[in-house]
DNA sequence: TTATAAATGTCGTCC
DNA sequence: GGACGACGTTTATAA
């Protein structure tokens, strides 16, 4: 990894174009050719970048990157105030411990989240286009298609719509209705689904795993 | 900014918890006590930060950044290779040009794109699942809702859909018409558009450009 | 402050 | 390599 204190601008081409006027900034390469270029403030977001793969040619006081699509970074240098590299290695990589697979495993063993007298049929009930978070049945015994997001927002409840009208044309299954189940549903997409002829339930994280913490305070 | 390289592990606690092995890597130390963690490879995103607003406590090889939300990155250092500190001062900014805001601001000024006779009713027409990005009028009075896209992808279709299928449900705007206009259409997008009746436009922005320019020629 | 849509989104996974 | 969905999405903008 090269990093490089200079005074430059920049000036990207490609899916649009953008420039950033002389100032002083750190220029980062890495190791894949790939450059980054910060300023001492704003998030981890770059001012501005070049993905790899992609080739950096330099030419006296300027650089250039650019990729198989023909977009171009090209950062002129002005002054450099500083240009140090360092030998760092592959990284062993992010350990991640999710959180949505989780909702719906506890979901899953707690189905009467979603009225008394719910059982689960299967998760991951597979269909043509996609599987299905959960099927349950409700205390009627009738198919119930679950969509399970930690954030409710329109595309989800496009995706439960298809899922039921799908599950609806299978005569073992039909009547299927669809609950679009989230930790925060959005306005417009809580609309969309009471349109559709969809349930919305919020769902309480904490709650449920304090009920997961309370199965497992028995033993 | 400080610049620092070292061997370390990480760990954040917070919308999930995640664990870094020891390792050598980049820690980046912004003015407003952000922490980014980068390896020499990946994309511009590090593999682990501390957005701002934050506080960066150091307790002798112990780094704990810490916010508001209760959320915690904990840097432990091994070994320091290198540490380095610049001032950079505050960046000018990134200046963008290309991008959908722009495109639907030409576009509104020059409706006739999609037809002879097109007039504007109004942009970011409201509606309960979301403004449409230009409500016209073709050249026989019919309302026509446009939504407008860079890259015309199924999604966007999707959109446009819902639009005029609850803009038709008004007595005083049905029948309406629905044009999907984008730089590039996918060819699924294409079809599925087409599926649904609506019609596509695929625009030129720099021709579009050029015509504002012409426009502002004349004074 | 909150909510909503765009993003040079990026990143994984599946096919 | 393309399509699809999640993301500690982040970011900008309007209400």
Redesign the pocket.
Known sequence: MRLVIATCSVD?S???T?HLPMAPRLLMVKADGSVLIHADG????PL????PPCKLVVDDDIWSVTNKAG?E?RITLKEIHSDTAYELGTDPGLI?D???AHLQELLAEHVQTFGEGFTLVRREYPTAI?PVDLLCRDADGKHVAVEI???G????VE?LTRYVELLNRDPLLAPVRGIFAAQLI???AQFLATDRGLECVTVDYDLLRGMESDVLRLF
């Open positions: 990207y490609g899916r649009l953008a704003g998030s981890y977001k501005n970048w070049m993905s977009e970074l991640k999710g959180v949505e996609g997001k930690r954030r927002e329109i595309d989800g995706q959005k306005p417009q």
